[in-house]
């Protein structure tokens, strides 16, 4: 079974518009990690918000913001205020604290294009 | 800043080529991974190491195999090249199991393999 699941393999946004893409997940680990990637066509993996699992508040960082549903099992990343920049691949993550020297499993990725 | 540098941005070799993929990292991590990603697929583990001379397989190691001999570099190795390998090959790094640490990755490597 998929342990991250992201729905929508690509979205689009009017730039300076909010979009918000979405990511699922599945563990057993009370313990575990939830990041996000961003992926221009460059193809480097840009590291954007991490959300632990027993941080009460979600987490933001600059315009990103991750919605934190935990009952719900979701991790869903906010962007606002879209740039042209944005568009890229988008990734979300996680690590279980019982998983094996730390990995990532990852998602399929969602393909965002911010239009003008 | 992590620097994590992968020799080779893109890559061809021919069916049957034993392929060499190098990765360096310059912040001292234990860890080292080597991911696959194809569209579609997301990124997909191959093969990681905590340290020098260990492994661990991945997801999909079959194919692949990995050398660590030096606890800054990580080679994966394509014993015999198939098309079905061509993809694009990213290595990332971390310290031991910090939690809340992300995974540090190079640019990739774009393998073709015809």
């Known amino acids: 079974a998929q342990k991250i699941t992201q729905t929508q393999p690509g979205m689009f946004v009017q730039e300076k518009e909010a979009v918000t893409l979405d990511c699922t997940y599945d563990?057993?680990?009370?313990?575990?990690?939830l990041f996000w990637y961003k992926q221009p066509s460059s193809g480097e993996m840009i590291f954007l918000i991490y959300q632990g699992s027993y941080d009460q508040q979600n987490a933001t960082e600059g315009r990103y913001s991750l919605n934190f549903q935990k009952a719900r099992k979701s991790a869903n990343l906010v962007i606002s205020a879209s740039q042209l920049g944005d568009s890229a691949m988008y990734f979300c993550a996680m690590r279980e604290e019982g998983s094996t020297l730390g990995r990532l499993y990852f998602g399929r990725g969602t393909q965002l294009t911010v239009w003008p | 800043d992590v620097k994590v540098t992968q020799s080779s941005r893109y890559l061809v070799k021919r069916t049957g080529e034993k392929v060499f993929l190098e990765c360096v990292q310059d912040?001292?991590?234990?860890?080292m991974f080597w991911y696959r990603q194809d569209p579609g697929l997301g990124l997909r583990l191959i093969y990681f190491s905590y340290d020098v001379k260990m492994k661990e397989k991945g997801d999909i190691p079959e194919g692949y195999s990995v050398s660590r001999e030096k606890k800054e570099r990580f080679s994966l190795i394509l014993e015999s090249a198939s098309t079905n390998q061509t993809s694009m090959y990213l290595c990332a790094s971390s310290p031991p199991t910090v939690y809340n640490s992300p995974l540090h990755f190079g640019n990739g490597t774009r393998l073709t393999v015809t």
């Open positions: 563990t057993s680990d009370p313990s575990y990690g």
């Open positions: 912040m001292d991590h234990e860890n």
